[in-house]
């Protein structure tokens, strides 16, 4: 069995009364009236679930005595991030010694060796020890099998601690000009989905790339690919209202608020092939979630998962009892900004707390002339965003997501400049945008996967890249997206490829899972905001954004099973 060793600096007690088959003698009579021990503990833990069976416990005492014994024990809570864990334990068994002070006095009174070319001495007790200390893991153990608390070690920091003052330019923020997400296969390229229109025969089309569903660091409710599946008509759709979930969703994105007249999109959920996705439950929910924090970090399609999923949770009706808990991780609104760069809710019942940050393309974004405030920004290419460096450890669920600011136009609205190794990019490859998107993705994934053996509470996700709808020209050259005829194209995905080679080249082999909703959202174009958004009066449809309820609540759905 593979076990770790503790150091620990604590006191132990002792209860007046627990069974010794000898008499003792003064001083281990004193000893056992109760009183508490320094002692300096060395054992080993044993992971079962919760608990955790501490063997082979050292005890060197006040009265020099080396003592050895076998119990339970509890870690209960990590109270500092540099340092310690504190840990009550509840010993029970048999110990062997006898202080140095007392050697001689115990051979005349209560110590009798075992062996005479020996001296070798037992007693049984009953024991409590409650102590302070670190937990130091074994090199080579995978990080599911030591679920204690460590230390995280942050990365460094640039001056500013969000991502930049210039993120939130309009409503149509994620709306890319120059790239755009390939979904349909090229003669280069292998196709990736097999769309199976309603009345038709699929078409077969092959797979590229896959999940590494071998890998099991992170266990999952089911062994299933969600990725893989139809949309059905349910009637018991929507899974909350989209006029009365004002609280928690933009207008913005409420098409029941607009003046669109067709709400069949919001009548169809997703159907697993060969598994069933668990009835979404906003009780249920809490519950398992009780004491966890989830964290949605990407860009406004991220936003967008963050309301839905409050929405759910609430079934769309306003309650007072939630907490608005951003102020702790920084969620403020900054001068000249359009809103701050994150919301935060606690659910004060379950202390649940779920929190979306702004960050479009998740790596660190460092001011290059803080004095200036139209200074540009140093895009570091191969960093995290600061936001998950500084509080990462207190995330219990991730999902991270980017794609659509990765465009020309967005870069130079958003003043970024490509920095890879603390300096200006000079790769002639980097520079374009596709190969410094996967760069970034890959550095993330790689970053994250080596913080998870020291989180083994947490819960890491990378979803996959949100389709776009235009046709005939782009968001501001008349592309448009009229159709309201639910699954048009089909309903059905039929291969295992999420539909995201990309994000699935940057989970594979590590410890981060795929939430893989690309393919199957491919299928919902009817389910966009369209022409009935907020920039309708200027001509621009939004074939990006989806109309809430709506797509996005699946997404929700699918995370929901695996957590």
Known sequence: MRYFPSFFSGLRFRPPCFPV??????????????????SL??????PV???????AVVFFDSHLSLILSVGWGVVLRSFSDMFSVFCLSFLSGCEFGCGVSDLRKALSDSCAPERSHKVHFKRKTWLCCISVGMIVPRPGIPHEQLDILYPVVPLRRSMNSTDGPNQHQSADEDLP??????????????????LSPIGSPARNLSREGGLDT?????????VCNYAKGKWVADNRRPLYSGLGCKQWLSPMWACRLMKRTDFSYESFRWQPQGCEMPKFSGSKFLQRMQDRTIALVGDSLGRQQFQSL???????RKDPRVKDVGKEYGFTKARKTVRPSGWAY??????????????????????????DPATNYAMHLDRPANFLSKYLHRFDVLVLNTGHHWNREKFRANRWEMYVDGKKNTNTKLAAIGDAKNLTIHSVVKWLDSRLPHLPHLKAFLRTVSPRHFVNGEWNSGGSCGNTVPLAAGSEVSQDGSGDPVAEAAVRGTAVKLLGVTALSLLRDEGHISRY?????????????WCLPGVPDTWNEILYSQI
């Not at 000898?22 to 004193?30: A, E, G, Q, W, Y």
């Not at 679930?49 to 063997?55: F, Q, T």
């Not at 958004?533 to 954004?545: E, F, V």
Request: glycine letters at 6%.
């Open 21 to 38: 088959p000898f008499t003792p003698s003064p001083r281990l009579r004193h000893e056992a009236g109760g009183y508490p021990l320094p």
């Open 41 to 46: 503990l060395v054992s080993r833990f044993f």
């Open 49 to 55: 679930k919760n608990m955790r069976l501490v063997s």
């Open 177 to 194: 000009v120059v790239e755009k997400v390939e979904i349909n296969p090229s003669k280069e390229t292998k196709p990736i989905l097999r």
């Open 214 to 222: 071998d890998r099991k660091t992170i266990p999952l409710m089911n």
């Open 310 to 316: 409050m929405c759910m949770i609430t079934g769309g």
């Open 346 to 371: 606690r659910f004060q019942e379950t202390n649940t707390t779920i929190l979306y940050h702004w960050s479009a393309s998740l790596c660190e974004l460092e001011p290059l002339n803080v004095s």
């Open 533 to 545: 958004g907020i920039k309708a009066s200027q001509g621009r449809h939004d074939c990006l954004h």
